[in-house]
């Protein structure tokens, strides 16, 4: 960077500070934090044509004029220099994953780079962007009918040596919860609402089966 630069670098800085730059966190696990995630892949596209009301939905209504604000702040520094659009468009996304994130409940640590999305939800979006869900119902399909079988297997096995020894029962025992506790977890997921928001831990065995 030339000398030449520095001021300019120095006052997108200062003008991006003015309204917040987003303080560190715990980890954000999920899709919404990552480069190539569709909270930024929306903040992309408002910036270059100018329009802060896509992104919009990404916060709760607590948020919008916070995020109208950095939109605004965002866009007249990004033309200031190739340094300072990088540098306003760097902030603008993590302003809005930030509280995006904020509004879930969810912690927030920054931006994750491009392709750390787990495989499962890059499907989802795949399957978004052909307009079918055929092919994600299959794969999940077939990943969750593999899990059941593996351990019915173990189940039906260790069960026949149940009754030699202590150690053999509590073989089938730990086969038969783990059997029983998945396919409930499983049910559990199919018919309950999903929410995109972290619930609160749940006390041990809590919503499950005991035994």
Same mark, same amino acid.
């Given at each position: 960077?030339?000398?030449?630069? !520095?001021?300019?670098? !120095?006052?997108?800085?200062?003008?991006?500070?003015?309204?917040?730059?987003?303080?560190?966190?715990?980890?954000?696990?999920?899709?919404?934090?990552?480069?190539?995630?569709? !909270?930024?892949?929306?903040? &992309?596209?408002?910036?270059?044509?100018?329009?802060?009301?896509p992104v919009l939905?990404?916060?709760?209504?607590?948020?919008?004029?916070?995020?109208?604000?950095? *939109?605004?702040?965002?866009?007249?520094?990004?033309?200031?220099?190739?340094?300072?659009?990088?540098?306003?468009?760097?902030?603008?996304?993590?302003?809005?994953?930030?509280?995006?994130? $904020?509004?879930?409940?969810?912690?927030?640590?920054?931006?994750? @780079?491009?392709?750390?999305?787990? @495989?499962?939800?890059? =499907?989802?979006?795949?399957?978004l962007e052909a307009?079918?869900?055929?092919e994600l119902s299959?794969?999940?399909?077939?990943?969750?009918?593999?899990?059941?079988?593996?351990?019915?297997?173990?189940?039906?096995?260790?069960?026949?040596?149940?009754?030699?020894?202590?150690?053999?029962?509590?073989? *089938?025992?730990?086969?038969?919860? $783990?059997?029983?506790?998945?396919?409930?977890?499983?049910?559990?997921?199919?018919?309950? =609402?999903?929410?995109?928001?972290?619930?609160?831990?749940? @006390?041990?065995?809590?919503?499950?089966? &005991?035994?």
């Amino acid at each position: 960077m030339t000398t030449k630069r !520095v001021p300019v670098i !120095v006052l997108a800085a200062i003008v991006l500070v003015g309204v917040g730059w987003p303080g560190p966190g715990s980890r954000a696990y999920g899709h919404c934090d990552t480069m190539d995630g569709p !909270v930024v892949k929306t903040a &992309q596209a408002a910036l270059e044509k100018g329009d802060v009301t896509p992104v919009l939905k990404w916060v709760k209504p607590p948020y919008e004029a916070q995020i109208r604000e950095a *939109f605004k702040k965002t866009l007249a520094v990004r033309t200031l220099s190739p340094e300072a659009k990088d540098l306003a468009d760097k902030y603008f996304f993590e302003t809005l994953v930030r509280l995006h994130r $904020e509004g879930e409940g969810a912690p927030y640590t920054g931006l994750q @780079p491009a392709g750390a999305v787990e @495989p499962i939800i890059a =499907a989802c979006d795949k399957a978004l962007e052909a307009g079918s869900a055929e092919e994600l119902s299959q794969e999940v399909s077939r990943l969750v009918a593999a899990g059941i079988q593996r351990r019915f297997a173990e189940v039906q096995e260790s069960r026949q040596h149940a009754d030699h020894s202590v150690a053999a029962g509590r073989e *089938f025992v730990r086969a038969y919860v $783990e059997f029983t506790h998945y396919v409930e977890r499983l049910h559990m997921a199919a018919t309950s =609402a999903a929410a995109h928001e972290p619930a609160a831990e749940a @006390p041990a065995g809590h919503g499950e089966h &005991q035994h």
